[in-house]
C-alpha cells in the first residue's frame, strides 16, 4: 500500500504529470486562473481546463455524492465506522447524472479521435457554461445532503 513518503501522479497525453488532489477549492482555483487569462485559450490550455474539470466531476461526486466513501472497500486502512457516512450520502437526480455524464464525455477525447484536434471548436464560453454547469450540480447536491 502507500504510505505517506508515497505520491500519486496523474499523467493526461503522457506529457502532463501533477500530483493528484481530491479538494474541490483547489482545482477550482487552477480552473478559475485558466479560464480568467485574457483571451482564448491555446490548445494546451484547453487540455489542462478540461482535465481539470474532469478531475473536478470525480471529486464532486466523491465528496458530495458518496461522502468521501466511493474507496470504502479498496482501502484496507479505511476504519469500519466510516460506513455511518453512508448515512450522508446523497444520490443524484437523473437529470444531474445525465448532465455530469454528457459533460464528462465533451471534455473527454475519444480514443480514435486525434488529440490534436480536441477541443478546436470550444471557446472559452463553453468552457465556462460547463464549468458553471458543474459547480450548479456541486452546489444542488450539498443544499439536499443531510447533516
Not at 443524484?92 to 477525447?109: C, H, I, M, N, T
Request: charged share 35%; with cysteine.
Amino acid at each position: 500500500g502507500l504510505n505517506n513518503n508515497l505520491s500519486v501522479m496523474v499523467i493526461e497525453n503522457c506529457s502532463i504529470a501533477e500530483e493528484y488532489k481530491e479538494d474541490i477549492d483547489h482545482l477550482t482555483d487552477k480552473i478559475d486562473t485558466l479560464l480568467t487569462d485574457p483571451g482564448e485559450p491555446s490548445r494546451e490550455k484547453k487540455e489542462k481546463i478540461a482535465g481539470h474539470m474532469r478531475r473536478l466531476i470525480e471529486t464532486v461526486i466523491n465528496q458530495c455524492v458518496f461522502n468521501k466513501q466511493r474507496h470504502q472497500f479498496k482501502q484496507k486502512s479505511t476504519e469500519l465506522s466510516a460506513f455511518s457516512e453512508f448515512t450522508k450520502v446523497v444520490p443524484l437526480e437523473a437529470s444531474e447524472a445525465d448532465k455530469l455524464r454528457d459533460l464528462f464525455s465533451d471534455l473527454s477525447v475519444s480514443e480514435h479521435d486525434d488529440p490534436r484536434n480536441a477541443y478546436i471548436t470550444k471557446d472559452k464560453a463553453i468552457f465556462q457554461r460547463w464549468y458553471d454547469d458543474i459547480k450548479d450540480i456541486e452546489s444542488a447536491v450539498r443544499s439536499r445532503k443531510p447533516s
